[in-house]
């Protein structure tokens, strides 16, 4: 819990009430809860914020109470770093048996956002150049590994370190780049360009991805923050026939058929082992701080848990 903003020091293990489930909400006996960027953006009090004293969590797996199913869920208004936690049905998803709590909580909402981007709004095709970046973090390893999937030519990965650029290049990444790197697109361009850049950093490697891109490209941002570097103009889109485009996955949640059918289609692949999370630590509830500071000074790769029980 929190009770004022700030850094991972504010984070307190704290026995309260149950919470109370409002109208239509069910109620789940957590047994994992995941870590995101929105978390700690959150606990700063910077944006997504919630009123405080909060709990903060936004993805959850556990036990339904009244029929004991395996679900996992997305906490639009936090609450998932304890051990019982309320949720929509519309956010809801039940887990098949074939796939474990841990992948099933890390691909939920990552996963679902990779997808879409890639699919909804990037429009993947077979044979196409694809670009990530962050591709070691929760979002990017999956995007690495979907779009391999969905039949992309030639993938390519973006990430800051070599532990990072290994691990990626494990993933099936044909190529992987150090962001710093000042050739960064001049190398992304090699060979005809990139046709769909999928961007989470924003600035200056956003900037190399829209220089990289392949006539009629297209740059997809998710969840980057905007600043100076990523402003542009329509003529500059215009002269290399490119498109930059925007993907929130609420409008995912928004629709219950389309959720649900990401969510499925998420599972089957992890059921094959088409689609495997990497799972970078679980920590117990009351070392949620340090692991705060560690997502913070991007030591993770992948996706980290919280064992609301330990």
């Known amino acids: ?89 519309a956010f809801t998803v039940e887990v098949p048996d074939g796939v474990s709590d841990e992948q099933a909580l890390a691909l939920l909402e990552q996963g679902a956002t990779a997808y879409g981007a890639l699919t909804l709004l990037g429009r993947i095709r077979p044979g196409e150049r694809v670009a990530v970046t962050a591709a070691a973090g929760g979002v990017g390893h999956l995007a690495v590994q979907l779009a391999r999937e969905l039949g992309a030519g030639r993938v390519l990965g973006v990430a800051s370190t070599e532990a990072k650029r290994d691990f990626v290049r494990s993933l099936g990444a044909d190529a992987v780049f150090d962001p710093a790197d000042p050739r960064l697109a001049e190398l992304l361009g090699e060979a005809g360009g990139v046709d769909l850049f999928v961007d989470s950093v924003g600035g200056g490697v956003l900037r190399s991805g829209l220089a990289a891109l392949a006539p009629f490209g297209r740059l997809l941002s998710v969840g980057a923050r905007g600043g100076p570097e990523e402003s542009f103009s329509v003529a500059e889109l215009a002269e290399g026939s490119v498109g930059v485009l925007g993907f929130w996955l609420q409008h995912v949640l928004d629709d219950r058929a389309l959720f649900a059918d990401v969510a499925a289609r998420l599972f089957g692949l992890a059921e094959r082992r088409r689609l495997v999370a990497r799972i970078d630590r679980v920590v117990p509830l009351a070392e949620v701080a340090a692991a705060h500071r560690a997502m913070g000074a991007r030591e993770t790769m992948g996706k980290v848990l919280v064992d609301v029980r330990a």
């Open 1 to 89: 819990m929190i009770r004022r903003y700030g850094g991972p020091e504010v984070l307190r293990a704290e026995t309260v009430p149950e919470p109370v489930a409002g109208p239509g909400q069910v109620v789940i006996d957590v047994t994992l809860a995941g870590l995101n960027y929105a978390d700690l953006h959150c606990r700063e009090g910077s944006y997504g914020c919630y009123p405080l004293p909060a709990v903060l969590g936004a993805d959850v797996v556990g036990r339904r109470r009244g029929d004991g199913r395996r679900v996992a869920a997305l906490l639009r208004s936090g609450g998932g770093y304890a051990e019982v936690a309320c949720a929509e049905p």
